[in-house]
T-cell receptor, first 117, second 115 residues
Framework: DSGVTQTPKHLITATGQRVTLRCSPR?????VYWYQQSLDQGLQFLIQ???????AKGNILERFSAQQFPDLHSELNLSSLELGDSALYFC????????????????FGAGSRLTVL | AQSVAQPEDQVNVAEGNPLTVKCTYS??????LFWYVQYPNRGLQFLLK??????LVKGSYGFEAEFNKSQTSFHLKKPSALVSDSALYFC?????????????FGAGTRLFVKA
C-alpha cells in the first residue's frame, strides 16, 4: 500500500455521462498530480495541485476539471465522456511540488480504471 | 522541449542473466532522471533517481542505472534478473531549467524474465 488512495477502482459508464474520481494523498503530502494512462498515449500528465491551488497543467481536455480541497484530497471530474476517455487514471502525491524540489519522488495510487461504453 | 524515449517496447531475458532497459532523454538544462516500475494492477513505484554526483545510481530491488551525459542516456540495469522483475518499466525526466514541475514519462518497456 503506497498510502495514496484512489476511488473507485473500476468504473463503467456510458458516453455523454459525467464521473468523478477521488484521490487522497499520502499523509503529509501537499501536492497532487493526475495522470492518464492509455494503451496508445502512454502516461500523460493532466494537472497538478499544491495546497489547494493549481500549479501546472498538462494535456488536460476542457471537458475535464479537477480541484484540491482544504483537507488535501483531490477530485478529477470527467464530463461528456467519449469512448476515447477509457483509460487508467492515476493520482500521485509528493511532499512539496517539483517546482520547489525537483528531486522529489512521486508516490502513485493504484489507479481508477474507467471504461466508457 | 523535454522528452524521454524508451526505444524497446519489450525486453526478454532469462532468469539469472543481466538485464538492461534503455532510456534516452532530451532536455534543455540539467536533467533530473527517474525510473519507476509498474506491476500488474498496481500504480507506479519509484526505483531510483539521478540528480547529481556519481553517474552510477543504485536503487531498490538490486537495480542500478548509469547516467551518460554525452549519450543523453539513463539505462536501467540489473546483474541477475529474477522472474519477479517482470513488469512495466518507465523512465522519466524533469527539466529543471524550464521549471521542472512536469515529470515526463517514457512510453514504458515491458520486461519479461523467463525461468
Amino acid at each position: 500500500d503506497s498510502g495514496v488512495t484512489q476511488t473507485p477502482k473500476h468504473l463503467i459508464t456510458a458516453t455523454g455521462q459525467r464521473v468523478t474520481l477521488r484521490c487522497s494523498p499520502r499523509s503529509g503530502d501537499l501536492s497532487v498530480y493526475w495522470y492518464q494512462q492509455s494503451l496508445d498515449q502512454g502516461l500523460q500528465f493532466l494537472i497538478q495541485y499544491y495546497n489547494g491551488e493549481e500549479r501546472a497543467k498538462g494535456n488536460i481536455l476542457e471537458r475535464f476539471s479537477a480541484q484540491q480541497f482544504p483537507d488535501l484530497h483531490s477530485e478529477l471530474n470527467l464530463s461528456s465522456l467519449e469512448l476515447g476517455d477509457s483509460a487508467l487514471y492515476f493520482c500521485a502525491s509528493s511532499p512539496i511540488p517539483a517546482q520547489i524540489s525537483g528531486a522529489n519522488v512521486l508516490t502513485f495510487g493504484a489507479g481508477s480504471r474507467l471504461t466508457v461504453l | 522541449a523535454q522528452s524521454v524515449a524508451q526505444p524497446e517496447d519489450q525486453v526478454n531475458v532469462a532468469e539469472g542473466n543481466p538485464l538492461t532497459v534503455k532510456c534516452t532523454y532530451s532536455v534543455s538544462g540539467n536533467p533530473y532522471l527517474f525510473w519507476y516500475v509498474q506491476y500488474p494492477n498496481r500504480g507506479l513505484q519509484f526505483l531510483l533517481k539521478y540528480i547529481t554526483g556519481d553517474n552510477l545510481v543504485k536503487g531498490s530491488y538490486g537495480f542500478e542505472a548509469e547516467f551518460n551525459k554525452s549519450q543523453t542516456s539513463f539505462h536501467l540495469k540489473k546483474p541477475s534478473a529474477l522472474v519477479s522483475d517482470s513488469a512495466l518499466y518507465f523512465c522519466a525526466v524533469r527539466d529543471m531549467r524550464t521549471g521542472g514541475f512536469k515529470t515526463i514519462f517514457g512510453a514504458g518497456t515491458r520486461l519479461f524474465v523467463k525461468a
